[in-house]
């Protein structure tokens, strides 16, 4: 029994990770634009294939290249999805900046759809293999079984977002981006570069879902153009529960969900008696989502309201 609890509280702990670096993504978003970027899930399904088409071009075959080739693979992949996040939020963000509330959000779901088709023209629209970036060794643990895959990816998850931590509240870029979410006008006339913020924004956030992506493919073994869409609700449903806006919500309601669909699926047949399968896991999720909303609204580590916040109510 002991066994068991270990090797699902890991399983948990691999797919929170995940989720947390994406729903890192979206709070950051919402907590400087007050926008729900519906293109960020893509942007972990792009970390994944740029991953892969650095690995086909470079490297070949994994078994034959050491850790650092592979760390270099890693950094390319997600630096050049970051670099296209930048450049989706000038082109299909900035002009709308200053319209409605309704409008980026429109846009970011045609930049989804447009990734996703995109994707699909020049890649196929089967899923594919993907070559894990981890040892698949198995190491015993009280009886519990646990895989380097997995504390790869808890390593690598743990790293970024200490470094998103110490890039927010110990570096001047943290500064300036925080002084804008506070309030653009006022940034504005301080004389903070608001668009330098916007775009480091636009960076980190699909630098982390990029990781995600490349995390998530190489724990599954497989990737395919649609992957963000259903892993991205999750982790937006993970934004949501901690607090949108909050990063140490988003980290909290990511493992939240990840402990709730490890337990649903292990738990939902036995107690119903073989009537509810694993499949009813994320029906679980989004329950509890809706529950803890209706108690708490602005999820369990939100935040309190902004003028900003409250003017824009009284607009709409």
Not at 64 to 71: Q, R, S, Y
Not at 269 to 282: A, F, I, K, W
Request: aromatic content about 8%; cysteine-free.
């Amino acid at each position: 029994m002991l066994g068991i609890f270990i090797q699902q509280t890991f399983n948990a702990l691999t797919i929170g990770a995940i989720y947390a670096l994406i729903a890192l993504g979206y709070t950051m978003v919402y907590g400087v634009l007050r926008m729900i970027n519906f293109a960020h899930g893509e942007m972990f399904m792009l970390g994944a294939y740029a991953a892969f088409l650095a690995l086909a071009l470079f490297v070949g075959d994994v078994g034959d290249v050491g850790a650092l080739v592979l760390a270099a693979v890693f950094a390319v992949a997600v630096i050049g999805v970051g670099l296209v996040g930048v450049g989706i939020e000038r082109l299909a963000y900035k002009p709308l900046r200053n319209s409605n509330r309704l409008a980026p959000m429109l846009s970011s779901l045609g930049v989804s759809l447009s990734l996703i088709t995109g994707v699909q023209i020049m890649a196929g629209p089967q899923p594919v293999g993907f070559p894990s970036f981890f040892p698949a060794t198995r190491i015993e643990v009280l009886g519990g079984t646990v895989t380097l895959v997995q504390i790869g990816i808890l390593i690598a998850s743990f790293v970024l977002m200490t470094a998103l931590h110490l890039l927010v509240n110990r570096s001047r870029a943290g500064i300036i981006v925080r002084a804008v979410s506070e309030n653009r006008s006022t940034a504005q006339l301080l004389g903070i570069n608001v668009n330098l913020a916007i775009s480091l924004v636009f960076f980190a956030g699909p630098v982390l879902g990029a990781a995600g992506g490349i995390l998530y493919a190489s724990y599954y073994g497989i990737m395919s153009p649609t992957m963000g869409a259903v892993v991205g609700l999750k982790a937006f449903t993970a934004a949501i529960l901690g607090g949108i806006g909050s990063i140490p919500g988003a980290m909290l309601g990511a493992f939240i969900l990840a402990f709730v669909e490890v337990a649903g699926t292990a738990l939902l047949p036995v107690l119903s008696g073989g009537l509810l399968g694993t499949e009813y896991r994320d029906v679980l999720a989004f329950v509890i989502l809706i529950l803890v909303l209706l108690v708490r609204p602005a999820g369990i580590l939100g935040e309190p309201v902004s003028e900003e916040s409250m003017v824009y109510k009284r607009e709409f």
